[in-house]
């Protein structure tokens, strides 16, 4: 394997990592990471973050995950010798992304233990960061945390939509923070979206990425360095002239009710303008729309509640019934669960018929 020279030459940079706010289990997870990074191996295992179903295990190439980690150095312009959190699972592709990034930009590694709240009690300020959006929300509500977010010189967020409530606290921010765009199959993110400084509404690629749309206005991706050709997506995509681009739903969280076609995501960004827990959107079967949008809630919809999202909501967009569930279905990685979401509505709707 070709790598063999990178890895020797990089071979004492991985040791610079403080683990004084990491857990004997994450120590570990780090230990073995290095174990398999070293090894004559030309791939290292993963896990998907499960959001379209059970996480699984993957293969990921050494070299094309090199690729990434300069990608996104070079767009982000992250100089040596600072330092970057990790504050993530090491099983899961964003954080062994982390350590890639470390390696190949010959930064110093702080280690926290991987929970809501990763800035809680760091007696270093890191340069670079990438969290959840889950953990930028549960750091925010903490004045001591929040602060020491804002020091932060770039913040990547990643594996989870920036919904407006979370992007309404932090667009004044005066550090650099971008929204991320990638999946399991290009190991991370391909394009990044700016939400400070000047915020951008659109994604832009990296260099090197070529991008188009399949008959469904579906995202197709390409891009040699990380061995990718005409992936297809299910993420409906706008392009802009510039070559940047909107992200529009998923093809696969379409509801056709009525034979009107609405996007999930659109009716939650709308909806969280007004709600203040947690909630979903998904459908149920029915006779005469095929499918009839509904709202799951960790708290108990009303009537009335109901006919208000009727009025601010866009024409079809309502959701015609509720139900309600003490925890809602995420992935580890804190994205909704979709199929266990609509598993559960079915099993909710079924209960509801029983009574």
Not at 64 to 71: E, K
Not at 171 to 195: D, P, R
Not at 316 to 343: D, H, M
Request: with cysteine.
């Amino acid at each position: 394997m070709k790598n063999n020279i990178f890895v020797k030459d990089i071979s004492a940079q991985i040791l610079n990592i403080s683990t004084q706010r990491a857990d004997e289990s994450t120590t570990k997870d780090i230990e073995q990471f290095k174990l398999e990074w070293f090894s004559k191996k030309e791939y290292i295992e993963a896990f998907t973050s499960g959001s379209t179903g059970i996480p699984s295990k993957i293969l990921l190439n050494k070299k094309y995950m090199m690729n990434s980690a300069t990608m996104t150095l070079s767009y982000l312009n992250i100089p040596e010798n600072e330092s970057v959190l990790l504050c993530m699972p090491l099983k899961f592709i964003g954080a062994k992304m982390i350590m890639v990034r470390a390696l190949v930009g010959k930064l110093n590694v702080i280690a926290v233990t991987p929970s809501s709240h990763p800035l809680k009690d760091l007696i270093e300020v890191p340069y670079f960061a990438a969290m959840t959006p889950a953990q930028v929300a549960s750091s925010l509500e903490d004045e001591k945390q929040a602060a020491t977010l804002q020091k932060i010189n770039t913040l990547i967020i990643g594996g989870g939509p920036v919904n407006l409530d979370l992007f309404e606290k932090i667009k004044n921010f005066k550090n650099n923070i971008y929204s991320t765009y990638g999946m399991t199959e290009t190991m991370s993110h391909i394009a990044l979206k700016k939400l400070t400084n000047g915020f951008e509404n659109e994604y832009h690629p990296f260099s090197g990425v070529a991008l188009t749309k399949d008959e469904n206005d579906c995202l197709v991706i390409s891009c040699k360095k990380l061995g990718i050709s005409s992936l297809k997506t299910k993420d409906i995509v706008k392009f802009n002239s510039d070559g940047s681009f909107l992200i529009q739903g998923r093809l696969d969280n379409t509801i056709n009710t009525g034979g009107i076609k609405i996007q999930i995501e659109a009716i939650e960004e709308k909806l969280s303008q007004i709600i203040d827990f947690d909630f979903n959107i998904s459908s149920i079967e029915d006779p005469v729309l095929g499918e009839k949008i509904v709202i799951i809630a960790n708290k108990r919809i009303s009537c009335d509640e109901l006919i208000k999202y009727k009025e601010f909501l866009p024409k079809y967009w309502a959701p015609k019934e509720s139900f309600y569930t003490q925890v809602i279905p995420k992935t580890l990685s804190g994205k909704p669960a979709r199929s266990q979401i609509k598993n559960l509505v079915m099993q909710l709707k079924n209960e509801k018929i029983s009574k």
